[in-house]
């Protein structure tokens, strides 16, 4: 969604979407606020996915073929994704004073993220962006 939100709003506006959405979610979790350092890190991860938006669409790729859309779809979700995992799982280490058994207990879990994710930036994104685009120029016009 953040990602969309930069598609749809510009870089600067979707990762405004993207850090003050994880920050009241991280702030109103129901198990208590993660640590300010992770919640910084938890973030600028999600701010990131709002700019990759904005640079997906400034790019010029919600215009192309449905084939194009999918590949770079695919290629922005590994790329946002394993970001947000990494910067996460560094803060977390830091916090806790042990970096390597984080990095390396975090990497089941980024796989399966990324994965995930790859699915649905593909199988939601590949029409969404399309139109989020085709608004967002009606937007700036």
Do not use: E
């Not at 996460?88 to 990095?103: C, D, E, F, I, S």
């Amino acid at each position: 969604m953040v990602f969309g939100a930069g598609v749809l709003l510009g870089a600067g506006d979707g990762a405004l979407v993207g850090g003050m959405t994880m920050l009241v979610y991280t702030l109103l979790n129901p198990y208590g606020p993660a640590h300010p350092l992770v919640m910084l890190s938890q973030v600028l991860g999600t701010a990131a996915a709002g700019v990759a938006g904005g640079l997906y669409a400034r790019a010029g790729l919600p215009g192309r073929g449905v084939r194009t859309r999918s590949v770079t779809l695919a290629l922005a979700a590994v790329a946002v994704t394993g970001v947000f995992d990494l910067v996460t799982n560094l803060a977390t280490g830091l916090v806790y004073g042990q970096m390597k058994t984080w990095l390396l207990a975090g990497i089941p879990f980024s796989l399966w993220h990324i994965g995930y994710n790859v699915l649905l930036f593909v199988a939601i994104g590949t029409p969404l962006v399309a139109v989020l685009a085709r608004y967002g120029a009606r937007l700036t016009a």
